[in-house]
Structure formats: structure tokens, C-alpha cells
């Protein structure tokens, strides 16, 4: 009677702890520069698994659903019913997320969440080099402003944890002040004067682990700031005058000698 209490008990306590058991793993990714038009592809295909916790338990349905945007995708029963797959062929950085997988089985229904991470990339249509060949730090083309106007630095990345944004200025941390404040993730410059001229770097850091392996993945994205003079125009002016002048001198002083030679004559 103890025995069958106990074997009740195990059974209920087994049945209410239905769990289960997934997969994480992280797009393999050798490129930062993505957008909406050319997402970026990982080098390596990514298969999702889900099964139930204990090996004993078959599954009679599975499926999976990616959260984002609650898609639906078709897993793959293995002949024994342990163990449900998809593969992702060629997968991209929008397939980066948290998916959650639903599996029947006799003794109930259980809901396990699996992750395909992504390190922090670009996502944007703007313009992007290397810098010093390196992948991961990116550069802008940048931007001239004249004194006293504004300009706003994004940093427009995307990633699977979310990426935390932090700006250096120099290479230093970013003090802000009056004239530069933060929106989110970027940087406002207003009423701009010399000294906010610089090269400004936004560092995009997240950190998974896979396989028992922990990775801190960072993003560098360097946007250099030239401040110019407001009256900058005036220069550019004032040498065209001044030749426009020179030429007019040259003018008059040829038609004067001509003249005075024809009244010699
Ligand atoms: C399920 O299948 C995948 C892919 O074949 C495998 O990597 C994983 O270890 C399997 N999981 C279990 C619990 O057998
Ligand atoms: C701008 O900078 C110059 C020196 O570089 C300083 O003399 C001036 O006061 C500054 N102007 C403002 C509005 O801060």
C-alpha cells in the first residue's frame, strides 16, 4: 500500500514536472553589415531539436513557433518520438530569437523555449567601411557640421540577446554635457562647438552561451565629427575676389601701357 502511495505519487509529481529539454546555438557569422533588403547570412546551417525531459516519454505532436512573429514552422518527428527537429539551411540574422516549442504527449502537453543567437551586427541602409580590415568595427563615412548646428549619431545594430549600447568619445567614456545628450541609443550634438568635434564610437556588446560556452560578442561602429567654422564660405569667397581684383589690375594696367605706347606713336 506504501509502495503504490509512493509509485501514485512519483507518477503525478513526474506528470506535473513534464518538461523538456531544446537546443541553443548562435548563427556562425563572419560579416557585421546587414539591412532589410540583404539580411545577413550564417555561414553554418542551424538545427532546432526539442524533446521531452524524460527519455521514457513519446510525443504525438510537435510544433514550433518563433515568437517575434508567432511563424509556425514544421518540426521533424525521429522515428522513436523523443526528439523533434528543424533545420534552418541557410539561416539569417532575422531568424535570430527566442523560438518555443510545443509537445503532445499522453501525459500532457509542455511548452520549452529554445534560442538562435546572434552576435551585435549593423542593420542599415547607411554606408559602412572596415576599419583596419576588422569585421567587427565598422566606420561611417562621418560628418562635417558648421558651429553651432546639430547632428545625430545612431547606432543602428541588431543582435539576439539585445545588444547594450555604450558611446566613447576618443576613446574615453562619453561625458555628456549641454551640448551632447542621449536618446535611446543615440547621441544628440546640438549648438555645436570645436570641442565636440571627435571620433565617436558606439559599442554594442551581448554575451550567450552555448554548449557551456560563454561568448561576449561586441560590435564597434566609429562616426567621426568635423566641426567648421560657420563662416567657413567666407574663405572660398574671399580668394575669388581677391582674383576677380588682381585680374581687373591686370586688366587696366595692360589697357593703360597700350594706350600710352599708341600715343607715343
Ligand atoms: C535530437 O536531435 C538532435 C539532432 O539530431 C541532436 O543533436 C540532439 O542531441 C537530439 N536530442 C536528444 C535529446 O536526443
Ligand atoms: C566655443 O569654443 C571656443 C574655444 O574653442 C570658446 O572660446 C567659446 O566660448 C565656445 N563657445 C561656446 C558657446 O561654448
Not at 513526474?14 to 541553443?24: C, D, E, P, Q, Y
Not at 548563427?27 to 524524460?54: G, K, Q, V
Not at 516519454?57 to 518520438?81: I, S
Amino acid at each position: 500500500m506504501k509502495n503504490l502511495l509512493l509509485t501514485t505519487f512519483l507518477l503525478i509529481g513526474g506528470v506535473s514536472a513534464l518538461a523538456g529539454r531544446g537546443s541553443k546555438s548562435a548563427l556562425a557569422l563572419i560579416a557585421a553589415r546587414s539591412s532589410e533588403a540583404h539580411p545577413l547570412h550564417a555561414t553554418d546551417p542551424i538545427t532546432i531539436w526539442c524533446s521531452p525531459d524524460n527519455p521514457q516519454v513519446q510525443m504525438t505532436k510537435a510544433t514550433l513557433t518563433r515568437v517575434a512573429d508567432n511563424k509556425v514552422f514544421e518540426l521533424e518527428m525521429n522515428p522513436t518520438k523523443k526528439n523533434a527537429t528543424y533545420t534552418f539551411g541557410s539561416p539569417s540574422v532575422k531568424d535570430a530569437g527566442e523560438y518555443k516549442c510545443e509537445l503532445e504527449t499522453p501525459h500532457g502537453k509542455l511548452v520549452h523555449k529554445v534560442y538562435i543567437y546572434s552576435r551585435p551586427i549593423v542593420h542599415s541602409h547607411e554606408h559602412f567601411t572596415e576599419h583596419e580590415g576588422h569585421e567587427f568595427h565598422l566606420e561611417s563615412a562621418g560628418y562635417t557640421i558648421e558651429k553651432g548646428e546639430s547632428v545625430t549619431l545612431t547606432c543602428p545594430v541588431t543582435g539576439y540577446p539585445k545588444p547594450v549600447v555604450k558611446w566613447t568619445k576618443n576613446g574615453s567614456p562619453l561625458a555628456l554635457s549641454k551640448s551632447v545628450s542621449m536618446e535611446g541609443t543615440s547621441i544628440i550634438i546640438s549648438n555645436a562647438n570645436y570641442t565636440e568635434a571627435g571620433t565617436y564610437s558606439c559599442e554594442a556588446l551581448n554575451e550567450y552561451t552555448v554548449n557551456g560556452k560563454t561568448s561576449k560578442m561586441l560590435l564597434v561602429i566609429d562616426k567621426m565629427v568635423d566641426v567648421r567654422s560657420e563662416f567657413q564660405w567666407v574663405y572660398p569667397l574671399a580668394v575669388i575676389l581677391i582674383t576677380l581684383f588682381l585680374l581687373a589690375v591686370i586688366i587696366i594696367f595692360c589697357e593703360w601701357r597700350n594706350k600710352r605706347t599708341a600715343s607715343k606713336i
